[in-house]
């Protein structure tokens, strides 16, 4: 199923023994553009604090009640990892709160443990070269999460002139990858929203809050109109993606 995540942003985690908190951001990869974290407001039960949660612990959103059922004690995560999460996430910071839940990363070779305890964790210290020289890189612009919440009103250029901002995404609660932009065109094309793939994203630049495709405004004016009312099946996601001559939806379950 396709979610719009704004509509998620507010549902309550449920972890085992009661309730965690709401989920307030959703961090993906800026390499491959799928969710590889929620970010969850613990409001008054810790003071404000903010946790990630792995997708991977989370079972289906329900939408009736809004909520999410997590496969965590509330003790596993009052003891987890404190994280800046209003800061681009780097892969050493995702496999310290991995480390900590007794977890293999998901870019790891083992298998994925739903049902390991949390285990004591020393914070890794780097040496000051080493430290000096990782901040560097992500300068230079290293993979890392990115926040969902951060790049919402990125505009947007195709390859002959902007279209518009991003207002929202549509994302899979299978695979958790963000599938669509929603993109509101009313500074160029009045009254429209239409839909389009991260396939077709040629780059990000982050500090502008830009957002360059691969297509030109023709390309785009004659893509799919985003319509809330309806259903996005296989067969519509395939229409989507035959108007950038896509014609296969790797990893569609």
């Not at 309730?19 to 970010?39: C, E, I, K, M, P």
């Not at 319509?227 to 035959?242: G, M």
Request: proline share 5%; glycine share 6%.
């Amino acid at each position: 199923m396709l979610w719009d995540i704004s509509a998620i942003n507010g549902y309550a985690i449920e972890a085992m023994d009661g309730h965690l908190g709401t989920v307030s951001d959703l961090l993906f990869s800026d390499a491959d553009w799928v969710v590889r974290w929620l970010v969850v407001d613990t409001g008054k039960w810790l003071s404000g604090r903010k946790v990630l949660l792995p997708v991977s612990a989370l079972g289906k959103p329900d939408p009736a009640s809004r909520h999410f059922p997590v496969k965590l004690t509330k003790q596993q995560v009052k003891a987890s990892p404190d994280i800046v999460t209003d800061q681009p996430v780097s892969r050493q910071v995702e496999a310290y709160v991995f480390s900590y839940y007794g977890w293999d990363p998901y870019w790891g070779n083992s298998n994925f443990n739903m049902n390991a305890m949390a285990t004591p964790l020393v914070a890794p210290i780097l040496p000051i070269s080493r430290a000096a020289g990782a901040e560097a890189r992500a300068n230079e612009g290293d993979r890392h999460l990115r926040s969902v919440a951060a790049i919402t009103g990125y505009h947007i250029h195709a390859v002959d002139g902007e279209i518009g901002h991003v207002e929202d995404f549509l994302v899979d609660d299978i695979g958790w990858s963000l599938r669509y932009l929603i993109v509101d065109t009313r500074n160029w094309w009045p009254g429209e929203r239409v839909l389009i793939s991260p396939r077709v994203v040629r780059r990000i630049e982050w500090a502008d809050r830009l957002i360059y495709l691969d297509v030109d405004r023709e390309k785009v004016k004659a893509s799919t109109r985003y319509d809330p009312s309806i259903a996005l099946d296989r067969a519509y996601a395939e229409k989507v993606l035959s108007r950038y001559r896509t014609h296969s939806i790797a990893g569609w379950t």
